[in-house]
């Protein structure tokens, strides 16, 4: 199966789809020196929320999907370094709206809990198609 969403994402920022399944999607990534936000090294959130939003987005897994909203919860810090596994599954539809909880693992330890309110449009959100 193939991802048709968020084609041109940046894999090194958002992770990398390892698994592509009706209304599931595994993304994996390890963080960068580029993602630490401090002396410690600890990654900025919105990295963590930016993978899980794409995850989410592959497991809807159409070209036109678009966020509405996400209820997100940090519950361990993140490293540099860190090889983080995120799950989405599409756990609900209701015409155009798509329920994905999202979990974000380090090994078996839960880092990141959420659950994403995603909007298949009938086209792309800015109006146009640019392929």
Same mark, same amino acid.
Request: proline fraction near 3%; aromatic fraction near 6%.
């Given at each position: 199966?193939?991802c048709?969403?968020?084609?041109?994402?940046?894999?090194?920022?958002?992770?990398?789809?390892?698994?592509?399944?009706?209304?599931?999607?595994?993304? +994996?990534? +390890?963080?960068?020196?580029?993602?630490?936000?401090?002396a410690?090294? =600890?990654?900025?959130?919105?990295?963590?929320?930016?993978? $899980?939003?794409?995850? $989410?987005?592959?497991?809807?897994?159409?070209?036109?999907? !678009?966020?509405?909203?996400? #209820?997100?919860?940090f519950?361990?810090?993140?490293?540099?370094?860190?090889? =983080? +596994?995120?799950?989405a599954? !599409?756990?609900? +539809?209701?015409g155009?709206?798509?329920?994905?909880?999202?979990?974000?693992?380090?090994?078996? #330890?839960?880092?990141?809990?959420?659950?994403f309110?995603?909007?298949? =449009?009938?086209?792309h959100? =800015?109006? #146009?198609?640019?392929?």
């Amino acid at each position: 199966m193939k991802c048709n969403t968020h084609l041109k994402i940046n894999n090194d920022l958002c992770g990398t789809v390892t698994t592509l399944e009706e209304g599931r999607c595994v993304v +994996t990534l +390890t963080t960068t020196p580029e993602m630490g936000a401090d002396a410690q090294e =600890l990654v900025h959130g919105g990295f963590v929320f930016g993978m $899980a939003d794409y995850a $989410a987005m592959c497991a809807v897994n159409d070209p036109y999907v !678009v966020l509405g909203g996400a #209820e997100t919860s940090f519950l361990k810090p993140v490293r540099v370094g860190d090889s =983080l +596994t995120a799950e989405a599954v !599409v756990n609900e +539809t209701k015409g155009r709206k798509r329920i994905v909880p999202v979990t974000i693992r380090r090994g078996q #330890e839960e880092v990141f809990k959420g659950t994403f309110t995603c909007f298949v =449009l009938k086209s792309h959100v =800015l109006g #146009e198609n640019k392929g």
